[in-house]
């Protein structure tokens, strides 16, 4: 098949000869020239707009008999302006006995890349989108091949054709091919912003130092400065020293330096700025002149001629809206403010103003400070072609510029956002995906059965009582016994806290549930169970986790003692190999071994064809950051005292 070079040169010889191919305006887009399956009939056509004698122009070319025809010409308006939206292909994840699988599909919602990746991104401007598979990451081309092998930790989202690359908490740059641009290890590397990205290294002294990339990898300013801001019109911010800033060119040149505590980044007008650490927020000129006297308890960059400030301490808020002389164009007295773009500002009120933590209603207005709307909206996006999605407290749905519910266009039930993708919108809803046409009739849907076998499959199950309470949860189907079918549905529910929430109660914490199926084997199936609980105002939440190990055919619920012989102190050998794993493995050296006192009885364990998992919960052995601590024990390793003809074993093998 042609790579992208060929294909071009091969298309260009069926074009006229003063034709030629449209690129987008955005930066570093490539000809529109692709190959897809646009009739659905398995086999690529070529699709490649071009421009001639000011008129454009996409053609469709099929293949018949070993030679390749022009099957369609149309005549396109602004092409140059817009995505060949008619070729987009759209990340599409599936639930499937082996755990979530995600794919592509396109906009007559048929996967034109299988749902295979364990996860993928939505595909960037240059036609290559990130995915994973096995825990490492790659990058894949617009016929799912592989531009690069899945080898690394992470691969952060595409900008100006350059993307940061982790492995082992090493940064690198790598290119749209996958080729490796840096010649020494980072810390840190941002995201592309002009040609510059910000990255830093420790130096012998254990500091953080900051400086910048071009897109070649090349350091166009060494790391040297405590702090460094994104490019924004040429210019960025860096620290020098303690109470001293300076304002950098494209080659880290200092065009102006700030004797302040502290100065923020580069908006599209003044710059806040601190005098002292404990001092207040105030704005200054990029000469340093003082333009607004501080008196703020926080302040952000300016974006189209206004800020968003905070008046308020102690965790209180008081946001409103300055023009650049320091006047409000809406008052301080919010708790919550978010510039949306096209001169659309979202302003909120705090549900609770006892707990603004609990969150805000939002209303909708201009840049002027005009209420466009009520407090009705529990969020809002940002706006973009004349639409914003927003969500209240049963639907998601777009608003337009006055802030109100556009009818033309989908609604769907619950919280979530909608996003204009091509000829399609995404919808992102209660922590699902699904497409639809702009008329809102869907064109493709997340499954909600999971097929096991000709016999078994799982059924996905929702439980939302309330806003701030969401449970998926597994029901199986069809066990011969109806009865033990029943009760081992129950067991599923209880494990996935189905459980009474009040309909009307405003809780003070958020949760969030679901599951996948980490294992099927014969008659056993394990699954994954798993929460994450988020008190507000908190500084993180706490996960969850638990495996159920269903029969199939019984409808036993297994527990760890159920793999081992009876007397075999299951419990000291487990502990003991898990000690030795800590003290023997680098791997664990976050564990607290003081703190590690062997296994319970019952101690959290999950199966695999080969092997038992044994893990533990957050804070048991290790920080929370650990996550849960897990060891992997082959069944070969302790065979001698696995109840090889007992029903747990049997299940499987």
Known sequence: MYNKIDLIR?????????AEFLISEKTYKKPAVLMKDVDGDGILEIIAAYKLREESYTIIMKYYDGIWYIVNKIKIKDQSEREIESIMLHVAPVKTA?????????????????????????????????????????????????????????????????????????????????????????????????????????????????????????????????????????????????NQYALIDLN??????????????????????????????????????????????????????????????????????????????????????????????AVGRAIDKDKPYFGSKFAISDINGRLLTDFVYNSVSNYKDGFASAFNDENTFFIDKNGEIAKNLPMLSGSGTLKFEGDLIKADVDR?????????????????????????????????????YLVYYPQVKGM?????????????????????????????????????????????????????????????????????????????????????????????????????QIKSNEEYSYVWLDSYKGIKEDQPFYLTENALYIYFYPYDIAPYAAGFPTFKIEFKDIISIIDVNGELWSSFN
């Open 432 to 468: 699902r995906v699904s497409y639809f046409d702009k008329t809102g009739k869907v064109i493709w849907s997340q499954n909600t059965v999971i097929p096991l076998n000709r016999e078994y499959s799982v059924k996905e199950e929702k439980y939302k009582p309330n806003n701030d």
């Open 98 to 242: 082996n755990g979530v699988k995600s794919g592509y599909i396109d906009n007559k919602g048929i996967f034109a890349i299988k749902p295979k990746f364990d996860s993928a991104y939505d595909f960037s401007e240059n036609g290559i989108a990130v995915v994973e598979e096995k825990n490492l990451y790659g990058i894949i081309d617009q016929f799912g091949k592989y531009v690069l092998q899945p080898k690394y930790d992470s691969i952060n989202e595409f900008s100006e054709g350059r993307a940061a690359v982790v492995n082992d908490n090493i940064f690198k740059v790598i290119d749209e091919k996958g080729k490796e641009l840096t010649t020494r290890p980072y810390n840190f590397i941002g995201s592309f912003k002009e040609g510059r990205a910000v990255m830093s290294v420790t130096d012998k002294d254990g500091k953080t130092l900051y400086g910048y990339l071009d897109r070649g990898g090349k350091e166009t300013s060494i790391p040297k400065f405590e702090y460094a801001g994104d490019y924004n019109n040429g210019r960025a911010v860096v620290k020098l020293s303690d």
């Open 480 to 580: 011969k016994n109806i009865e033990v079918q029943n009760s081992v549905n129950n067991k599923l529910r209880e494990l996935s806290q189905v459980k009474p929430i009040d309909v009307n109660a405003q809780l003070d914490y958020n949760y969030f549930g679901d599951f996948s199926i980490e294992f099927f084997k014969k008659k056993l199936l394990v699954m994954e169970l798993w929460g994450y609980n988020y008190p507000f105002g908190a500084a993180h939440g706490m996960p969850t986790r638990s495996y159920a190990h269903v029969d199939l055919e019984s409808g036993r619920v297994y527990e760890l003692k159920d793999l081992f012989k009876e007397n075999s102190n299951y419990v000291k050998v487990l502990s003991d190999i898990i000690e030795n």
């Open 10 to 18: 091969f298309v260009e010889n069926y074009l006229p000869p003063e």
């Open 252 to 345: 880290g040149q200092i065009l102006q330096t700030y004797k302040y505590a502290f100065v923020g980044d580069v908006g599209d007008g003044l710059l806040a700025f601190k005098e002292s650490d404990n001092g207040k927020f105030g704005y200054i000129d990029i000469n340093g002149n003082i333009i607004i006297q501080p008196k703020y308890t926080a302040a952000q960059p300016f974006n189209g001629r206004r800020a968003i400030v905070n008046v308020l301490e102690n965790y209180s808020n008081g946001y409103g809206l300055i023009d650049e002389k320091g006047n409000y164009i809406i008052e301080p007295i919010y708790n919550d403010i978010n510039l949306l773009g096209d001169k659309r500002i």
